[in-house]
């Protein structure tokens, strides 16, 4: 694979661990830094950095999924489970962040119960896909 392929592959990984580290300490801190609070205008920005990683990792694992299928190889089944969760993990996670964020953006705050399992669920979901975006950022 051509160098500036793998240094590309290599920053979407970082891109997407940085974004899964930061998310997943903002959830856990903003409490704390925010004691009282009713608004968040943190997350309201954190909002679009999260929707780029998400697509970066809807389509990461999609890619390694497709990969594993034509492989052709003897089937590895601890592999083939990996790659669907991720898959259908970052599916579920695409179709519920992006509808909870067009309702906040339509004005409607509605229930924080959604942002309270959205925001863990993209730390893992886009953590572990980085975390295989860079193990594989080698490969052809």
């Known amino acids: 694979m051509p160098a ?10 970082v891109y997407c ?3 899964a580290a930061l998310v997943g300490a ?10 009282g609070a009713t608004e968040f205008p943190i997350w309201e920005v954190l909002n679009y950095f999260m929707a ?3 697509f970066v990792a809807l389509v990461a694992s999609f890619v390694h999924k497709l990969e594993h299928e034509r492989g052709g190889g003897p ?18 996670l695409t179709l519920w962040f992006f509808w909870r964020w067009f309702i906040q953006l339509q ?13 863990p669920a993209f ?5 572990a896909i980085g975390r295989h975006i860079w193990q594989n950022a080698d490969r052809g």
């Open 107 to 119: 004005g409607d705050d509605g229930s924080e119960l959604s942002w309270t399992l959205i925001d």
């Open 26 to 35: 903002y959830f856990v801190l903003s409490p704390v830094v925010n004691p």
């Open 17 to 19: 661990l940085g974004m």
């Open 52 to 54: 780029v990683a998400i």
């Open 75 to 92: 089937p590895d089944t601890v592999e083939y489970i990996r790659l669907t969760v991720a898959f259908y993990g970052a599916v579920l």
């Open 123 to 127: 730390a893992i979901v886009v953590g």
């Open 4 to 13: 500036q392929i793998v240094m590309l592959t290599r920053l979407l990984a």
